[in-house]
T-cell receptor, first 111, second 111 residues
Framework: GQSLEQPSEVTAVEGAIVQINCTYQ??????LSWYQQHDGGAPTFLSY????GLEETGRFSSFLSRSDSYGYLLLQELQMKDSASYFC????????????FGTGTRLKVLA | SAVISQKPSRDICQRGTSLTIQCQVD?????MFWYRQQPGQSLTLIAT?????????ESGFVIDKFPISRPNLTFSTLTVSNMSPEDSSIYLC????????FGQGTRLTVV
């Protein structure tokens, strides 16, 4: 089978740094990506890790360790607009590619 | 990233009827994906649609309930057939990029 686990909820204050973890178990792992979804909106792509290590995109960074089947999304200088749900997703390769999503983490940013 | 247009954006349907959701992409893509997102939940992959071949369905989803068409490299439809209230959900089409990119979704309510 396959599973992607995330904390269900994280709360932090404006200006803080927060880390959202994702642990996965799957065959055919190809990469890990992260998405943000505001209430009523569609998921939007944030970051992708195909190799081990850290990828930085502005205030957001994402990390992958294939050997640990683990990744995280790091959000710095939190803003109120960062309040949203965040999903990790595994890219699986078994002939064709497909994206399997994690359980999701609801981030609340407090003033 | 591709621009994905999905319609209708929302609908309220009677049980026992069917609804066809359309997804148009502004560039040619090999694979298109259809997801379901139930309220407060993560995204569940329904099927992968490649042009010129039958869609590949994930466990728990069958063609009779969710027939998919993929007539060309920029367009796909998903039909939700013989609907029941349990089909009330957001349905999202997606295409592959460095990550997954989504249309704005179809919010379906079955009464």
């Amino acid at each position: 089978g396959q599973s992607l686990e995330q904390p269900s909820e994280v709360t932090a204050v404006e200006g803080a740094i927060v880390q959202i973890n994702c642990t996965y178990q799957t065959s055919g792992f190809y990469g890990l990506s992260w998405y943000q979804q505001h209430d009523g909106g569609a998921p939007t792509f944030l970051s992708y890790n195909g190799l081990d290590g850290l990828e930085e995109t502005g205030r957001f960074s994402s990390f992958l360790s294939r050997s640990d089947s683990y990744g995280y999304l790091l959000l710095q200088e939190l803003q109120m607009k960062d309040s949203a749900s965040y999903f990790c997703a595994v890219t699986k390769s078994s002939g064709t590619y497909k994206y399997i999503f994690g359980t999701g983490t609801r981030l609340k940013v407090l003033a | 990233s591709a621009v994905i247009s999905q319609k209708p954006s929302r609908d309220i349907c009677q049980r026992g009827t069917s609804l066809t959701i359309q997804c148009q992409v502004d560039s040619q893509v090999t694979m298109m994906f259809w997801y379901r997102q139930q309220p407060g939940q993560s995204l569940t992959l329904i099927a992968t649609a490649n042009q010129g071949s039958e869609a590949t369905y994930e466990s728990g989803f069958v063609i009779d309930k969710f027939p998919i068409s993929r007539p060309n490299l920029t367009f796909s439809t998903l039909t939700v057939s013989n609907m029941s209230p349990e089909d009330s959900s957001i349905y999202l089409c997606s295409v592959e990029g460095q990550g997954a990119f989504f249309g704005q979704g179809t919010r379906l309510t079955v009464v």
